[in-house]
């Protein structure tokens, strides 16, 4: 009789493992296998070589609606700023340039260290996306004089 039972235990011991390895294999090939068809599709995307993603942990994307007659103050940033006008009209101007009316899609870059400011068309708001790293430093408010001069398009 204990033969019996031992036979028993091995023979359990045996469908266990069997089991074991039989899940391991197919949850394998499950991750495996999905994760190929994921970088390949990913792949196809792309043609003469596959781009390099560089992650940019500080870059801040920010909407700010501006509403009529808003600007902000002059200011500077550390590492520049991009620009667009989502909807309505904005206004741009860099220290000593044109003042400048901006529409929807229209995408402007001012470089680190340049004095600029920016905001709404004095009579139409302007949703305007922002994307910068760094800092900003603020300086001096945006006179009305500067605010109401002849505007030109880009």
């Known amino acids: 009789m204990a033969k019996k039972g031992a036979n028993k235990t091995r023979k359990s011991s045996t469908i266990e ?6 899940a391991a294999l197919v949850l394998g090939w499950l991750v495996l296998g999905t994760q190929t068809n994921q970088t390949s599709a990913q792949q196809s995307n792309f043609q003469g070589g596959a781009p390099e993603i560089r992650q940019a942990d500080e870059v801040r994307t920010i909407r700010i609606l501006f509403p009529a007659g808003v600007r902000s103050s002059w200011h500077t940033h550390s590492w520049g700023q991009l620009l667009m006008i989502e909807e309505g009209r904005g206004l741009t101007q860099d220290r000593g340039g044109p003042l400048l009316e901006m529409h929807p899609g229209e995408p402007w870059w001012t470089p680190a260290g340049r004095e600029h400011w920016h905001g709404a068309h004095p009579d139409e708001d302007a949703l305007q996306l922002t994307i910068y ?7 001096d408010p945006v006179t009305d004089a500067v605010y109401t001069a002849t505007r030109q398009r880009p």
Do not use: C, R
């Open 17 to 22: 493992i069997l089991t074991s390895v039989s």
């Open 133 to 139: 790293e760094g800092t900003v430093d603020w300086l």
